[in-house]
């Protein structure tokens, strides 16, 4: 009992990027603007319902965001100093967003999808803190996450880490052409579409061995469709035809592109530039059933 404590103890430690690994890099705001549409992280980091005057594309944070494991109000991500990420290091934000570690050395839930994000250069989420220096600072305390038996769960996510977190840069395809690898970047880094398209084994690591191939929804109801084999299965005509369903959504009509979520990545997707979005349907309209 003693040792398997031990065990838990050391195995479940969180392991953060120290300042060494932090490369040296000028920031680029607009290349940051890009990326956090492309991540979403506005979704999820809503004004709360106690900031009604605040424009609801501030991720000024505090809007409920429920999971099976509790209810989760996801932070101000506005450069408020006080109650912000104004304060906060390049290193702390990196921690949370690439490893899921609170600058606190907490354990952060994966519904904060840094299981993707680990996949994204490190410049490129540095890119995202400059973009979000831009923005207007609100101030919107943080909020406890309602999450029974808090401490025991963040650290049993330090061990859930040891199988579900895998930190390898993301990597180009040399066969492939630039916008294939544009596409995947976005895909399977910022996009973070692995998250609900690909289904997840016994221990709700991703099964990336079926990657994309659909499954039961993360968040709890109903059913992810599949994103292999989009043009063999009749669903689009071909590459560019994804990407006008991506850009325009169901208004084009197009369908099952609205619910479980899929609405909003798609408003994201649709603020990204044209080229881009045609690189994500390149990259999806090569994925075979
Ligand atoms: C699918 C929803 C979702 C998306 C998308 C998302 N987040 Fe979050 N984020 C969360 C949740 C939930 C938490 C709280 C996690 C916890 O407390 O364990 C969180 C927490 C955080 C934290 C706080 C960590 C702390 O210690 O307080 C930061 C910073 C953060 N997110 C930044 C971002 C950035 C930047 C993006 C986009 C690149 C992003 N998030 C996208 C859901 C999301
Ligand atoms: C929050 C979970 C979630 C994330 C993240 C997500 N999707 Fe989806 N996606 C869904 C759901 C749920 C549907 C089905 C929606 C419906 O039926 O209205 C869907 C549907 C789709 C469809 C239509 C499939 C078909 O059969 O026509 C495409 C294409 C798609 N997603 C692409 C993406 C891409 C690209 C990303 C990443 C940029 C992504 N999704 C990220 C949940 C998600």
Redesign the pocket.
């Given at each position: 009992m003693a040792l398997g404590l031990a065990a838990f103890w050391a195995l479940s430690e969180p392991r953060p990027l120290t300042a060494a690994e932090l490369p040296a890099h000028t920031p680029d705001a607009a290349n940051g603007k890009l990326l956090?549409s492309a991540?979403?992280?506005r979704?999820?980091?809503q004004p709360g319902p106690d900031l009604k005057d605040v424009d609801r594309s501030i991720p000024a944070g505090g809007a409920p965001?429920k999971?099976p494991v509790g209810t989760?109000y996801?932070?101000n991500?506005t450069p408020d100093p006080e109650t912000g990420?104004g304060a906060w290091s390049d290193l702390a934000?990196v921690n949370?967003?690439q490893r899921g570690i609170?600058?606190g050395g907490a354990h952060?839930?994966p519904?904060?999808?840094y299981t993707s994000?680990a996949h994204m250069r490190t410049e490129d989420v540095l890119d995202?803190r400059a973009h979000?220096a831009t923005l207007p600072p609100v101030s919107s305390p943080e909020r406890e996450?309602d999450l029974p038996a808090a401490f025991l769960t963040r650290r049993g996510i330090g061990l859930w880490k040891w199988i579900g977190l895998d930190t390898t840069p993301w990597q180009p395809e040399p066969s492939q052409t630039d916008s294939w690898n544009r596409g995947s970047y976005l895909v399977n880094g910022?996009g973070?579409c692995a998250e609900c398209h690909t289904p997840r084994n016994l221990f709700m690591a991703l099964d990336t061995s079926r990657a994309f191939a659909g499954g039961p929804h993360p968040e709890g109801e109903g059913r992810v469709p599949s994103l292999r084999g989009l043009i063999e299965r009749g669903r689009y005509k071909d590459a560019k035809d994804i990407a006008s369903a991506l850009q325009y959504g169901e208004i084009m009509g197009y369908d099952k592109i609205s619910s479980g979520g899929m609405g909003q990545v798609q408003r994201n997707i649709s603020e990204l530039p044209e080229a881009d979005i045609l690189a994500i349907g390149e990259y999806l309209a090569s994925l075979k059933q």
């Open positions: 956090y991540a979403g992280c979704s999820c980091h965001f999971t989760f996801p932070r991500l990420i934000f949370a967003v609170s600058p952060l839930v519904a904060l999808p994000y995202i979000l996450a910022p973070h």
